[in-house]
């Protein structure tokens, strides 16, 4: 019995023992706060289409020149490709007017229906043919040239072609963000 009551006074003197360390701790304990001041230096976000040149065709191809939206940030175009071998194309650029380093996020093109991607290849490279790649920098005050072009596929046939002219709406836009250090 003697042995039970050492063990619930030992008990109990561990349970005061952790109390009475709890306490010291946080008598001694201490907070430390930091403050600062951060200036914010003002930064401007422009980056816009601007520039197209002028259309070049091939074959009997009919496009308009194409547009920019207001804002600069789409480029619109109508293009008619008859025969086999025609084909359309014209640069423009894009343009980094802000003082922020931009870097490209991703390049939308859209307009091609799934029947119209089996005849024709709408494809926008760099002006000197090289492909347009996720995390490319534009710095701030810097520009890019883009090559777009729209044509017939050169291996298809009289039975893949449509039976009638077809007016095709094609839409490139860009979707670029700041550049975090980890552009190419």
């Excluded at 070049?56 to 175009?77: C, D, H, Q, V």
């Excluded at 119209?116 to 710095?139: F, H, N, W």
Aim: a negative charge.
């Amino acid at each position: 019995m003697k042995t039970r009551q050492n063990r619930k006074i030992a008990i109990f003197a561990l349970i005061v023992a952790i109390c009475a360390t709890t306490v010291a701790y946080a008598v001694l304990q201490t907070t430390l706060n930091i403050s600062g001041t951060v200036t914010k230096q003002g930064g401007t976000w422009d980056i816009h289409f601007t520039n197209v040149s002028t259309v070049t065709k091939t074959g009997e191809a009919i496009m308009n020149a194409p547009s920019i939206n207001a804002a600069g940030t789409t480029l619109t175009f109508n293009a008619t490709l008859v025969k086999p071998l025609d084909s359309a194309t014209f640069t423009v650029d894009v343009v980094n007017e802000g003082s922020i380093d931009a870097m490209l996020s991703e390049i939308l093109k859209t307009g091609l229906t799934t029947v119209q991607e089996e005849y024709v290849i709408y494809t926008v490279t760099y002006s000197d043919g090289e492909e347009i790649l996720a995390k490319d920098a534009l710095p701030s005050g810097k520009q890019d040239q883009l090559l777009v072009s729209v044509k017939y596929k050169d291996d298809i046939t009289a039975d893949d072609l449509p039976s009638e002219n077809q007016s095709i709406v094609l839409n490139l836009s860009t979707d670029y963000v700041q550049d975090d250090g980890t552009s190419t």
